[in-house]
């Protein structure tokens, strides 16, 4: 790799081995798409603004179900999807739907859940406005709670028993998995309330952990003890961007536009490009090209190694918050060759790359037979009853002529 390499539109003349995405097929909901779409064995999961979290087959597209009033982040993991509505969490049976467990996890009674949970080690960590809690998995029970922090602004993240979390704007914890011992905290700048220093979401690896911050900085710090490690300005505005962690590169895409991909040892910028367009979502790594999106309604895709445009796909109008106009485009996942993202009030897949497969359902563990069948396996089984339906009533009346034949 070379150093201090720009690239900008204008530069996006690459020939790198990519596939402008071709549409498969598209999901269209009764509302918003609310939350990133979720790929887990060959089903997709999201949530909506009316409240609904929707399971359908990743590779037709077709609804296996819906459920109303447990709508906000969405998390799936190990056959169960965790999600919440105001102050309370649910479990929910992946396959089907079918509701778990349920469990009330604000312990002042006036906080909220402010972003998505994590599962490790059968533990779910939740974060709230004031605190962090721990669940048992399998029945919601709190093993422990953490409620001398306010503010929390991102998921936590766990890491050899480790769960790091971000509170009064721009402080990171600490604290032991398996406890509510704080091991350390860092503090980014000078005022621990000050808003314009809001932490994003942290990604990990080799015993450092990143997040980027709303003074233009991401930040390496050392897992172990919070020493910062290095820090390097990725945008002039203080505007927060998102990390994203791949084959000893980390990228950062922020609010404005900027992405870069830094050297994740020692911040030694790698490439640098200027999109053009706000509210970049976090990204999606496959086969060497970096898939992310906008809140002006475009796709992107980005050849990871040198930082050239491979090409950009409108699919969705502009999102306008001053208006309350809905649009843009949600944070793409990508598997087996083939990008899902939400936007406005629908789902798309699109393929990316010509080697992509199709994905297959696994056997359903819960539910109806049905949900593990494709349309196509659903129609042949049955034309196959038809035929032989039709086969035995035409034997039938053949050996029932046969007997009212008079003998001669």
């Known amino acids: 790799m070379v150093p201090l390499t720009t690239a900008s539109l204008s530069d996006s003349n690459s020939t790198d081995n990519s596939t402008v995405p071709v549409p498969l097929w598209n999901y269209t909901t009764d509302s918003q798409v ?50 919440s509505y105001s102050r309370i969490m649910y479990a929910l049976d992946a396959y089907s739907g079918t509701k778990l467990w349920e469990q009330s996890v604000s312990t002042s009674g006036g906080t909220l859940i402010i972003a998505p949970s994590v599962v490790a080690n059968d533990i779910l960590y939740v974060c709230l406005e004031s605190g962090l809690r721990a669940l048992d998995v399998a029945t919601g029970d709190m093993l422990w709670h953490y409620s001398d922090i306010r503010y929390v602004t991102s998921s936590p993240l766990v890491v050899d028993d480790v769960v790091y979390v971000v509170g009064s704007y721009n402080t990171v914890y600490a604290f032991d998995a398996q406890s509510d011992r704080k091991i350390w905290t860092y503090t980014v700048g000078s005022k621990p309330w000050d808003n314009d220093f809001s932490v994003s979401s942290f990604v990990s690896d080799d015993g450092l952990l990143y997040f980027c911050v709303a003074d233009g900085n991401v930040y390496a710090l050392d897992a172990g003890n919070g020493q ?3 820090r390097y300005t990725y945008t002039s505005d203080r505007l927060r961007g998102y990390p994203f962690l791949n084959g000893g590169l980390i990228y950062v895409v922020s609010n404005k536009g900027d992405v870069c991909a830094l050297n994740a040892t020692d911040g030694t910028k790698i490439w640098s490009a200027i999109i053009g367009e706000s509210g970049l979502s976090v990204p ?68 990316v ?10 056997p359903s563990t819960s539910g109806s037979f049905l949900f593990g069948l494709s349309v196509f396996s659903i129609f042949l089984v049955v034309g196959v009853a038809v035929v032989i339906v039709v086969c035995c009533v035409w034997l039938y009346l053949f ?3 046969n007997r009212l034949k008079p003998n001669l």
Do not use: M
């Open 228 to 230: 910062e490690i290095w």
């Open 284 to 351: 999606a790594f496959y086969e060497g090209v970096l898939y992310f999106s906008s809140s002006e309604g475009n796709l992107f895709a980005l050849n990871a190694t040198s930082g050239f445009e491979l090409w950009r796909y409108p699919i969705s109008h502009s999102f306008t918050w001053a208006r309350g106009v809905g649009g843009g485009v949600g944070s793409p996942v990508v598997c087996d060759g083939v990008l899902y993202v939400g936007c406005d009030v629908c789902v798309f897949a699109l393929a």
């Open 353 to 362: 790359s010509p080697s992509f497969v199709l994905p297959s359902l696994p």
């Open 399 to 401: 050996k029932k002529r």
């Open 34 to 83: 609310n939350s990133p779409v979720i790929f887990a064995q060959g089903i997709l999961y999201f949530a909506t603004e009316d409240r609904s979290i929707y399971a359908i087959n990743a590779a037709s597209g077709t609804t296996l179900w819906t459920l109303d009033g447990y709508c906000r982040f969405p998390v799936v993991d190990n056959g169960k999807i965790f999600c």
